[in-house]
Structures are given as C-alpha cells and as structure tokens.
C-alpha cells in the first residue's frame, strides 16, 4: 500500500479561481486522495462541497496566524475537516536575531492554545531566508523549532531549504517528529519559482527527503512553472507512487 500524497493548492491557483470544484475533481483524477487548501477561510462553503464531491481530504491548510483573528480561520478550518493549519510565512525581517526568532516561537503559545480549543494544531512552513540567516553557528529555522511550545509542528519545504543552503535530509534528521508535513517540490534549486519541475525531474535529492521523514505527509506544491501544471502533478504524482510504493 502506498502513502497518501497531498498536494497544495496554491500550485493551481489560476484553475482554482475560475473553477474550484472542477480542478478538485482533476486532481482526484490523477489520483490525489488529499490536499491542502490556502486562501479557504473565503471560500469555506464551496470547499465544504466540492471536496467531499471529489472525494478529497484536506489534513492540513495555509493560512496566516501570527497577528490575525484566529476564530474565523479556526471556524472555517473545523468546518473542512482539516487537522492542522500552517502559517505559510513570517516576513524575513524578523529572522535576523536569536531574540526575535525566539519572540515568534513564543507568538505560537497563544495560537496553539486557541487552535486546541477547536480541537486542531498549528505549524508553520519555512521559505529559503529561515535557512540563509544562520545565528550563532545554526540555521534561524532550527532555532525557532528548539523554541516553540509542544504540539507545535512544522511544515519543512524541502526546496527552499536546499536554496537557502541546507541539506533537507539532513535537516529532517535532526528536527525528527517535529516535522509532520513535507512540501516536496524539484528543480534546479534555484529562487527562479519558474525553473521549477515535476518531483523527480530535477535536482532533489527527494528519495533521501522521503527515507529522512517518514512520518510526515508529502505535499506535493509548485510555486511556479513554465510547463503545463497538471501535467507536472500528474508526473509527480507517478513518480512519488512508485518512490513510495
């Protein structure tokens, strides 16, 4: 039996905004079990239908956290199914200093108190710059995982820790059960969202990724390609069946 694959939704985007239940139905036909919605909190009713319809989960969801009004994000999260909603990014301007990586981490108590009081956890999801800004001998990113309170999770995206100079293998290694989500992505690792490619058609190492978190979920996500992108899903699709098989 092989392990689900997600894929985030941010990838197709563009679809998405003319026509949400048909490109959920078009990733259930590749063969995609689960996805993770960003942007949902507007349009919770309509995901409320069109996933089920295609027979879709969503485990987890991006949203903002840090700084928001977390009870319409948390409602809406509830009303999806969805477990564990991730914050997808924290402006590079406050991964400088020890002292302000660890006022974020802090930030997350307050949020995860109040996403357990609707029964979800919280996480969050690095870029390339958590991993760039290297404090004191360490990466930001692994700094801010050594200071967040219990129960919170992070969401490794496996590229842009490769850009920002890290080995992701390496780096799951050493954050352990920490790490319940993967947004495996390829390409020549570079920050030209554009160059990237179908899982497995570029540079990743993503077999050693996999074998580094096997418990975490992999999301499949593009930011961007020049290619077709359903085409580039339904190859990373094939190519994760038969890494995971």
């Known amino acids: 039996m092989t392990s689900?694959?997600?894929?985030?939704?941010?990838?197709?985007?563009?679809?998405?905004?003319?026509?949400?239940?048909?490109?959920l139905q078009r990733l259930a036909d590749i063969g995609y079990t689960q996805v993770e919605p960003w942007g949902f909190v507007e349009r919770v009713e309509e995901y409320a239908e069109a996933l089920p319809a295609a027979g879709l989960t969503a485990p987890?969801?991006?949203?903002?956290?840090?700084?928001?009004?977390?009870?319409?994000?948390?409602?809406a999260a509830v009303r999806l199914g969805v477990g564990t909603v991730i914050d997808p990014h924290i402006d590079e301007?406050?991964?400088?200093?020890?002292?302000?990586?660890e006022a974020i981490a802090a930030e997350f108590v307050?949020?995860?108190?109040?996403?357990?009081?609707?029964?979800?956890?919280?996480?969050?999801?690095?870029?390339?710059?958590?991993?760039?800004?290297?404090?004191?001998?360490?990466?930001?990113?692994?700094?801010?995982?050594?200071?967040?309170?219990?129960?919170?999770?992070?969401?490794?995206?496996t590229y842009w820790v490769e850009v920002g100079g890290v080995d992701a293998a390496e780096l799951?290694?050493?954050?352990?059960?920490?790490?319940?989500?993967?947004?495996?992505k390829d390409g020549p690792k570079s920050k030209d969202d554009s160059e990237q490619v179908a899982v497995g058609k570029g540079v990743m190492p993503?077999?050693?990724?996999?074998?580094?978190?096997?418990?975490?979920?992999?999301?499949?996500?593009l930011d961007d390609t020049r290619g077709d992108v359903f085409t580039a899903l339904t190859d990373s699709y094939e190519f994760l069946q038969g890494v995971r098989a």
């Open 206 to 221: 993503v077999r050693d990724i996999l074998r580094a978190a096997p418990q975490a979920l992999a999301v499949v996500e």
């Open 110 to 157: 307050a949020i995860s108190d109040a996403a357990a009081a609707h029964g979800l956890s919280v996480g969050y999801h690095n870029h390339e710059f958590e991993l760039e800004s290297v404090i004191d001998g360490t990466p930001a990113l692994e700094i801010f995982a050594a200071a967040l309170p219990a129960g919170v999770v992070l969401e490794v995206d």
């Open 93 to 101: 301007t406050r991964w400088v200093t020890r002292e302000d990586v």
């Open 60 to 75: 987890s969801a991006h949203s903002k956290l840090v700084g928001q009004d977390l009870e319409p994000i948390f409602a």
């Open 172 to 184: 799951l290694a050493r954050l352990g059960d920490q790490v319940q989500f993967l947004h495996v």
């Open 4 to 23: 689900p694959i997600s894929v985030q939704l941010y990838t197709v985007r563009d679809a998405i905004a003319a026509d949400l239940p048909g490109t």
